[in-house]
């Protein structure tokens, strides 16, 4: 329950700012998604975000991260062959969830917070404007939603 209320707030603002009016107030001042690259083409484990702010300057700040595949099969209680067979057969990281018994919000809880770590340390580490951040906490839930729903092989 505890690790539940560390993480409320971030979950609160995805929630939050996921209505459409929300987002079409905000999004010209916000900044501005040029660029996902995909450098595993299997697994997408390794994602470069850019974003150029939309002010007066045009510095572009970037950020990647790299998924700990280790902890995605153990979340999902499977082995790493395991994940293999069930990705090949065309089943995304949710279908595998749901077949493993295991809660959406427990992944999504997961997930929110891996992206909560490196999206705080983004900001520190790279000085990034305060509204590029809550930019990219914005785009948190489709970017989540889309990862655990793909399967090129499906």
Do not use: C
Request: net charge negative.
């Amino acid at each position: 329950m505890k690790r539940i209320l560390k993480y409320l707030p971030i979950l609160l603002i995805v929630s939050f700012l996921s209505f459409s009016h929300f987002a079409k107030a905000e999004d010209t001042n916000l900044g501005t998604l040029t660029e996902i690259e995909n450098n595993d083409k299997e697994k997408y484990d390794h994602i470069t975000i850019s974003v150029e702010e939309n002010r007066d300057t045009k510095k572009e700040y970037s950020y990647s991260f790299k998924y700990n595949y280790d902890e995605i099969y153990e979340l999902l209680k499977l082995t790493e062959k395991e994940y293999d067979t069930y990705w090949k057969d065309g089943l995304s990281i949710s279908d595998m969830a749901k077949e493993q018994g295991i809660d959406r919000d427990v992944l999504m809880e997961y997930f929110v917070t891996f992206h909560h770590d490196v999206l705080r340390k983004w900001l520190v580490r790279d000085n990034v404007p305060e509204h590029l951040y809550f930019t990219q906490v914005y785009r948190l839930k489709d970017v989540i939603i889309e990862f655990i729903e793909r399967n090129p092989n499906k």
